[in-house]
């Protein structure tokens, strides 16, 4: 196969992206094992099952630190037995996201709408929001798109859709190709955008086939990736955004603001600063929401408010990102430095 993703200049990505999927590490102790530690090295531990288990592709661990139980993007991956325990104010839906899905599409702010693609992702993170959330009965890819398409088609004032997930780019290039031409026919709307972790996390998906579908629609591209750490960004990462700028996609990224992850001057300004290296504007910074099994990620309101200063006063503002918090009923994500 000779693809844009498998040249000579890159012969990481020899194996495609859904051999690497299923190559992912699902074991703590061979993850623990691939970067030199030991069970000891890390305090309590979870135990190794869990409704929502340990996954992480092998090209993620390569940049993790060996040897380095606090390494910030094994922090982001280790499941602790923390996780466990109730924590007064963090729920099973923090973002009352539940209520307002209809057919996988949530439609919370006006002119966008977001659909719920897959439950997929290419690793789980500790603290992620929609950690609890019943992708069984919210999916937008019932019936091949049917539902949640008329759906869309039902409302002219949505000008854009937002695929999310889980990780829309879990879905087949056949897939995403059918649901690409089926908006695209909408004619209210105008803009695609597309979240996602694989940009940063495996890399190998922006593959071929996809940068062309993204070129081929008549639709303006929004690809908003999720990246914490300046780490999280190696030679392939780099190249793989640069081929989605390439097809005509804006590039934006959003992180969440992690305890023992990125909570630091440093290392947010690290963050901005590598994006920037990489044609990736920073967007949001999320406070953690409060998810059950993700409390111990917390970082005090005035800290947040606090970091985001000190990188105003070090950065130019658009290397600064917005620190937001989701509220359930608000118009638009609560802006809060
Ligand atoms: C964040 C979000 C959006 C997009 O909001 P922007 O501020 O435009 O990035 C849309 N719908 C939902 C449900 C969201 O959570
Ligand atoms: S990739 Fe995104 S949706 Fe999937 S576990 Fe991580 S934060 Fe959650």
Not at 47 to 52: L, M, Q
Not at 75 to 97: C, H, I, K
Not at 107 to 130: D, V, W
Request: neutral net charge; aromatic residues 6%.
């Amino acid at each position: 196969m000779s693809t844009e993703a498998s040249t000579a200049a890159r012969p990481m990505l020899a194996a495609g992206w859904q051999t690497q999927l299923k190559d992912a590490i699902r074991d703590l102790d061979e993850l623990l094992a691939a970067l030199e530690l030991e069970r000891d090295d890390l305090a309590a531990l979870a135990p190794a099952s869990n409704d929502f288990p340990l996954l992480v592709p092998r090209s993620f661990v390569a940049r993790m630190r060996k040897g380095d139980p606090r390494d910030p993007l094994l922090r982001q991956v280790l499941p602790l037995s923390v996780e466990a325990l109730p924590v007064p104010g963090f729920g099973q839906d923090p973002l009352a996201e539940q209520q307002c899905a209809r057919d996988g599409v949530l439609e919370k702010y006006r002119g966008r709408a977001l659909l719920i693609t897959t439950a997929a992702c290419p690793i789980h993170c500790r603290y992620c929001f929609r950690r609890h959330f019943p992708y069984g009965e919210q999916n937008a890819a019932r019936n091949d798109w049917a539902d949640a398409v008329e759906r869309l088609a039902g409302d002219a004032g949505i000008e854009e859709v937002i695929l999310s997930g889980g990780d829309p780019l879990s879905l087949s290039n056949r897939r995403l190709g059918t649901l690409l031409d089926r908006l695209a026919s909408l004619e209210h709307l105008t803009t695609l955008r597309v979240h996602s972790r694989y940009p940063i996390v495996l890399p190998a998906r922006i593959d071929a086939g996809l940068l062309e579908l993204l070129r081929r629609t008549r639709l303006h591209v929004v690809v908003v990736v999720h990246c914490n750490h300046a780490r999280e960004i190696d030679a392939e990462v780099e190249t793989a955004l640069a081929a989605l700028r390439r097809a005509g996609a804006v590039m934006m990224n959003q992180s969440v603001l992690l305890a023992g992850v990125n909570d630091s001057v440093e290392a947010l300004a690290a963050l901005s600063r590598r994006l920037f290296e990489c044609g990736t504007l920073p967007y949001y910074l999320h406070e953690l929401d409060a998810v059950a099994g993700a409390a111990h990620f917390d970082v005090p309101h005035a800290r947040g408010v606090e970091l985001i200063g000190a990188l105003r006063a070090s950065l130019p503002g658009y290397l600064v990102p917005r620190l937001v918090r989701e509220a359930p009923g608000a118009f638009s994500k609560i802006i809060l430095a």
